[in-house]
């Protein structure tokens, strides 16, 4: 199995910056896509950012130019670089991946961290 913990959340004022980070555990797995979605309060979940295992990445485009996604292949980590927040980037941030095993691939998500962002 894999799992997935995120990192990094918090409250911030507007203009400010947070880094989240998101570490896999398990064994015997490769991870290919990872990615940041968000579910703003009453809303749905959305993507954010996503990195592909070579390094290739997309972004809303709310949040192009504000925010860069990272990974470290050797680690199992995704990070996500925030900055010049808005009050609008308020929700809880869940690290997601495609992973793969000896008996096929699947999804994992993490329990998600909570971004507030004050105006």
């Known amino acids: 199995q894999v799992q997935l913990v995120e990192s990094g959340g918090g409250l911030v004022q507007a203009g400010g910056s947070l880094r989240l980070s998101c570490a896999a555990s398990?064994?015997?797995?490769?991870?290919?896509?990872m990615g940041w979605y968000r579910q703003p309060p009453g809303k749905q979940r959305e993507l954010v950012a996503e990195?592909?295992?070579?390094?290739?990445?997309d972004y809303a485009d709310s949040v192009k130019e504000r925010f860069t996604i990272s990974r470290d292949n050797a680690k199992n980590t995704v990070d996500l670089q925030m900055n010049s927040l808005k009050p609008e980037d308020t929700a809880v941030y869940y690290c997601?991946?495609?992973?793969?095993?000896?008996?096929?691939?699947?999804?994992?998500w993490g329990q998600g961290t909570l971004v507030t962002v004050s105006s």
């Open positions: 398990g064994s015997n797995f490769k991870l290919n896509a």
């Open positions: 997601n991946a495609d992973a793969s095993t000896w008996d096929g691939g699947f999804e994992v």
């Open positions: 990195i592909t295992s070579s390094g290739r990445t």
